[in-house]
């Protein structure tokens, strides 16, 4: 397990500034949306779906499990520096248990391929649903994100240099992993409903698979098409001119995710 004096000489950084890029990102409410494309980019990889399948309730748990996810990394990003340490011990802590056949959790490229897809998204939700970010915004962007992979343990030389090279690194990952029929088991139980949740998971489902990248798409089984993505594309664009018209209170993240 980390230790708390290892996690504090990681974080001298905390808590981020009120202007810095990880927080302008991630108080955007919006970016919850792209909550599946993350989780099915992560499970695309064999051992991130043997270790979800082995030591997560995912079929009986969805809610928790989410709110497990979300909960520390906004913790650390719009956190103080309490919160973000004891988010980061947390999250930790869980990894340490994550052990089984071909796979621990705490596996350098499984760490960085885990956070490679939360950053790839965010930057892609920001982009697509609340204005596009300038290369400047976006490298200062991704140093706030390497540090925060430093408190999740991962060494900064497994990281990519750059936001460029994490995003080459993520897009060629996408093109080589071989989804399994366990990730797509994984899947299918995430967009499980019932009649009164049909519509809701209907639509995160269809969301989802417009944002995964295609080859990914294709793989998980998942229905698109040129209307689904004329409709995708219509409704971006109505959301980069409202969005950043809306108080600062209306897009932020749901309270009951903030750090309290």
Not at 37 to 57: N, W
Not at 64 to 84: C, F, H, S, Y
Request: glycine residues 6%.
């Amino acid at each position: 397990m980390t230790s708390p004096e290892a996690l504090a000489a990681h974080a001298a950084f905390l808590p981020f500034a009120g202007d810095s890029m990880a927080r302008k990102v991630h108080r955007e409410g919006l970016l919850l949306l792209g909550g599946g494309r993350a989780l099915l980019m992560q499970i695309a990889h064999p051992m991130v779906a043997r270790g979800v399948a082995d030591h997560s309730r995912f079929r009986t748990d969805r809610v928790q499990r989410l709110l497990r996810t979300l909960r520390p990394m906004l913790a650390i990003v719009l956190g103080t520096k309490e919160q973000a340490l004891i988010a980061a011990e947390g999250i930790n802590r869980v990894h340490e248990s994550v052990i089984g056949t071909g796979y621990a959790a705490k596996d350098p490229g499984l760490l960085l391929w885990v956070l490679a897809t939360l950053i790839d998204t965010s930057v892609v939700v920001h982009e697509r649903f609340v204005r596009p970010l300038s290369a400047e915004e976006k490298d200062a962007y991704y140093e706030d994100m390497r540090l925060v992979g430093s408190l999740l343990s991962i060494a900064p030389d497994v990281m990519p240099e750059n936001i460029e090279a994490l995003q080459a690194y993520a897009a060629g990952m996408c093109e080589t992993l071989a989804v399994t029929d366990e990730a797509r088991d994984i899947a299918e139980a995430l967009f499980e409903s019932n009649l009164l949740t049909w519509p809701l998971m209907r639509s995160i489902r269809g969301l989802t698979a417009g944002l995964l990248p295609g080859p990914l798409r294709t793989q998980f089984g998942l229905d698109w098409g040129r209307k689904r993505q004329m409709a995708l594309d219509a409704a971006s664009r109505a959301s980069r001119i409202v969005v950043p018209r809306l108080p600062r209170l209306l897009k932020a993240p749901p309270s009951f995710l903030m750090p309290r």
